[in-house]
C-alpha cells in the first residue's frame, strides 16, 4: 500500500512566521505536489516536483517555496504566513512513467493550518 | 484547457437508494480516477478507468469510462452512511505531470 504521510495535521501559526510543512512518501515515487484545499474553490496546485531537487511552479505558487532534496521526501514553505493561507494542505506523490496511461496520484492525510 | 465538470454537485439521500454521479469534460483523458475524500481527511483512490468503455466495480460501487473517454460515471448501489463524502473525478492532463480535479459531488446518506 502506498503510504503518503505528513507532518502534522493541525498546525496553528502566528502572521508573519515562517512555516515548514513536510510530505514523506514510501514508493519510491518520481513526482510529489502540494495543494491546498478551501470550501468552494477546490484542489489548487502549489507547486509540484518530478525529480529530486526539480521543481515546478502550479497554479498559485505566490508566498510558497518548496525543497525536495531526497526523492521520498517534498517540502512546502511559507516564508512568512498570512491570514489568507489558512487552509487545508494536502501533499500527494505519483509515478512519473511517462509510457503509462494512468498517473494515479496518492494523498496524505492533510494538514489543517491555521493562521491567526 | 481541459476541464471535469461534476454533477450533481450535492446529493442528500436516503440509506438504501441507489445514486449516479457523473464526471464530463470535452477533452479526451488517457484515464480517470475517482476518489472519496471524509471531512479533515485526504481524498483516497478508488479506482483507475483507463479503457474507453471500462467498467470496473468495487463492491457497490460501479465505476464506467465512456466509450469516447470523455466522461465517467459512479454508481452506488444502495448507499450506506459509511458512503458519506466529497467524491471527486481526476485526470492527468495531458502532457504534463499535472492533474485536473473534478468540481467534486457532496454525498450525504442519512440512515
Known amino acids: 500500500d502506498v503510504k503518503v504521510t505528513q507532518s502534522s495535521r493541525y498546525l496553528v501559526k502566528r502572521t508573519g512566521e515562517k512555516v515548514f510543512l513536510e510530505c514523506v512518501q514510501d514508493m519510491d515515487h518520481e513526482n510529489m505536489f502540494w495543494y491546498r484545499q478551501d470550501p468552494g474553490l477546490g484542489l489548487r496546485l502549489i507547486y509540484f516536483?518530478?525529480?529530486?531537487?526539480?521543481?515546478e511552479k502550479g497554479d498559485i505558487p505566490e508566498g510558497y517555496s518548496v525543497s525536495r532534496e531526497k526523492k521520498e521526501r517534498f517540502s512546502l514553505i511559507l516564508e512568512s504566513a498570512s491570514t489568507n493561507q489558512t487552509s487545508m494542505y494536502l501533499c500527494?506523490?505519483?509515478?512519473?512513467?511517462?509510457?503509462?496511461?494512468?498517473?494515479?496520484?496518492?494523498f496524505g492525510p492533510g494538514t489543517r493550518l491555521t493562521v491567526t | 484547457t481541459q476541464l471535469l465538470e461534476q454533477s450533481p454537485q450535492f446529493l442528500s439521500i436516503q440509506e438504501g437508494e441507489n445514486l449516479t454521479v457523473y464526471c464530463n469534460s470535452s477533452s479526451v483523458f488517457s484515464s480517470l480516477q475517482w476518489y472519496r475524500q471524509e471531512p479533515g481527511e485526504g481524498p483516497v483512490l478508488l479506482v483507475t478507468?483507463?479503457?474507453?468503455?471500462e467498467v470496473k466495480k468495487l463492491k457497490r460501487l460501479t465505476f464506467q469510462f465512456g466509450d469516447a473517454r470523455k466522461d465517467s460515471s459512479l454508481h452506488i448501489t444502495a448507499a450506506q452512511p459509511g458512503d458519506t463524502g466529497l467524491y471527486l473525478c481526476?485526470?492527468?492532463?495531458?502532457?504534463?505531470?499535472?492533474?485536473?480535479f473534478g468540481t467534486g459531488t457532496r454525498l450525504k446518506v442519512l440512515a
Open positions: 516536483s518530478y525529480d529530486v531537487k526539480m521543481k
Open positions: 500527494a506523490s505519483s509515478t512519473g512513467t511517462s509510457g503509462g496511461f494512468s498517473y494515479e496520484q496518492y
Open positions: 478507468v483507463v479503457t474507453g468503455g
Open positions: 481526476a485526470g492527468p492532463h495531458s502532457g504534463t505531470y499535472k492533474y485536473i
